[in-house]
């Protein structure tokens, strides 16, 4: 249990009602695949392979886990098909684990560095000013002082959106103008946290996909100038996708991670939809680390991801199958 213990109870249960469609939809087609059959046959890896793509796990993901299968299947000569469940959650936790994936037990930061300043990427409506506001709110019930910075200047509903959840937290956002440089706003955040001694700032960015040049020019402008003001900002660039949006969520990783250097990802919206397989698929292509997940609209309802008990949500808890 040790690294465990931090993932308390209400949200297990938050995690396990967020990823309720996607474990009921992959794994009942599961069962109805291995319906009547006794052993793992290549019928049954051909079934398992449609049921992952179609969940968004995404082809060539797919295709390394079912390579994993058919290697343990060799060695083992014979594979009950009872067995699947476990060597799946076992070869995903594994993917995971590979993946740079890491285990973060806490919403806090570095206390060496200081202020912390992250940035923000993401397209519009991914649920990034909302993923701003909740770490904000996560930081500040950890006794951080923190800044926000709205440089998405080309939305004016992006800038309210942000002011209101400053004055829902409790922080201060700076802003300027519409149509203001987005870099400025940047540069005036960091300065405003320095100046008052702030510990964490989070800058919201555009998330303009139409005109990729543009998109990699200002996200390179705003870090120049950030560098300015604070010579190692931004510390970590996180990127934020939609889950429930599926294979489309893979193609604006593919555009940011070309865009600028992602460090680590949100992704939000796993609650209604069955696609919570995205989080696999996107891990193993990209390599960077999940580092959070929205489950929900409440302002508790972004977690840490935590790969145990991300595989133990979607397989059914590896504990109380060993007691059963």
Aim: charged share 25%; proline share 2%.
């Amino acid at each position: 249990m040790g690294l465990f213990n931090f993932f308390s109870k209400e949200k297990k249960e938050t995690l396990d009602r967020g990823l309720s469609k996607t474990k009921e939809s992959v794994f009942g087609k599961i069962t109805r695949a291995i319906a009547g059959k006794s052993k793992v046959d290549d019928q049954v890896l051909d079934d398992l392979e449609e049921i992952l793509i179609t969940s968004d796990v995404g082809v060539e993901t797919t295709l390394n886990i079912i390579a994993r299968i058919e290697k343990r299947a060799a060695s083992d000569k014979y594979l009950n098909v009872q067995e699947l469940n476990t060597i799946l959650r076992e070869e995903i936790a594994s993917l995971l684990m590979e993946n740079n994936s890491v285990d973060t037990d806490s919403f806090d930061i570095s206390s060496k560095i200081r202020p912390y300043v992250i940035m923000v990427v993401g397209v519009n409506g991914v649920g990034k000013t909302t993923t701003i506001g909740k770490l904000a709110y996560q930081f500040k019930q950890r006794g951080k002082s923190v800044y926000l910075g709205a440089a998405d200047t080309f939305r004016a509903a992006a800038v309210e959106q942000l002011v209101i959840w400053g004055e829902r937290v409790g922080v201060p956002v700076i802003k300027q103008k519409m149509g203001a440089d987005p870099a400025s706003v940047a540069y005036d955040a960091i300065s405003s946290a320095i100046a008052n001694n702030a510990d964490v700032v989070i800058i919201d960015t555009a998330g303009r996909l139409h005109n990729k040049v543009g998109l990699m020019n200002e996200l390179t402008k705003i870090k120049n100038v950030m560098k300015k003001v604070l010579e190692d900002a931004p510390h970590e660039v996180l990127l934020v996708l939609d889950g429930s949006t599926g294979q489309n969520a893979f193609e604006q990783a593919k555009q940011f991670t070309l865009a600028t250097e992602v460090t680590s990802l949100a992704i939000t919206k796993l609650d209604g939809t069955a696609k919570g397989g995205v989080v696999i698929g996107i891990s193993d292509q990209f390599k960077i680390p999940v580092k959070y997940i929205g489950l929900g609209e409440g302002v508790e309802d972004l977690q840490l991801f935590n790969r145990k008990e991300y595989v133990d949500s979607l397989f059914g808890d590896s504990n109380e199958k060993k007691n059963d």
